[in-house]
């Protein structure tokens, strides 16, 4: 039997295959559990490609392209997930909104369009998640929120990005208290600088001797403490932020 047979995974942000969210898919799919992912713009090949993977892996799966800055996307999100897959179990909050910015730069658009993607959608699906959780009489669940390591030292031209991260690590920790009665758990992972893509091979020489584990963060490595985190083994973890950045130096 597989770790997460007869689960239900709810992942957001999974908007390209060499990202974190695309990993975390793979891993819990692997484990058995059926995949539900949000992705937004990003075009009608990728999600195509992606559903083979997971037909491959052998996992019942479902997508939903959707704007999360809509202020009713929580609900559109969790109605579709149960009609099509059955009751969430598992809510991983991967999506994220982040643009440079700066103290020249930050006006209030900037800050608002963080806050819709990143705090207001973030916490309205979990507070949802639970709430039919509760409703349904089900004893278990996992919500498992991504950060950034924004309070481990400054993130220049990324004040919006930064404040509305910060917000996700005292909002994990209140909710795990609020909702540890009914048998869900809350934590927060920050992975560190992650090669998704993004990384020029500038960056990469520069970065890479800050990990003292060697090498640079891989999609994977975030995604299989994702998958622990919502297993059986991690039911007494809960209101955790978890640094898992290969020893990455700040200095």
């Given amino acids: 039997m597989k770790k997460l047979a007869n689960q239900v995974a709810v992942v957001t942000g999974v908007g390209h295959s060499n990202g974190i969210g695309a990993a975390v898919c793979r891993t819990l799919a692997a ?17 195509k490609t992606f559903q083979k993977e997971l037909t491959d892996l052998g996992a019942r799966y479902e997508h939903l392209d959707i704007d999360l800055s809509q202020s ?28 440079r910015d700066g103290y020249l730069q930050l ?17 309205l699906l979990s507070v949802e998640f639970a709430r039919r959780l509760q409703k349904s009489g089900n004893i278990s669940g996992r919500i498992v929120n991504m950060t950034s390591g924004q309070g481990k030292g400054p993130m220049i031209e990324e004040l919006a990005y930064g404040a509305t991260k910060g917000a996700i690590s005292a909002f994990t920790l209140s909710l795990s ?14 992975p560190g600088p992650t090669d998704t893509g993004w990384m020029s091979e500038k960056t990469k020489h520069m970065l890479k001797p800050k990990f003292l584990m060697g090498r640079i963060g891989l999609p994977n490595d975030a995604a299989r403490l994702i998958a622990f985190l919502v297993s059986d083994e991690a039911e007494w973890i809960t209101g955790q932020v978890i640094d898992s950045e290969g020893g990455f130096l700040r200095q």
């Fill in 31 to 47: 484990e058995g559990a059926a995949i539900f992912f949000t992705h937004w713009n990003a075009g009608s090949v990728w999600p």
């Fill in 107 to 123: 006006d209030a658009k900037t800050l608002d369009d963080h806050y819709a993607v990143n705090m207001r959608a973030t916490l």
């Fill in 72 to 99: 009713d996307a929580p609900d559109l999100i969790l109605d579709d997930v149960t009609e099509k897959l059955g009751e969430p179990t598992i809510l991983i909050n991967n999506a994220a909104h982040s643009l």
């Fill in 177 to 190: 208290a609020e909702v540890a009665p009914l048998g869900i758990t809350v934590n927060a992972v920050n």
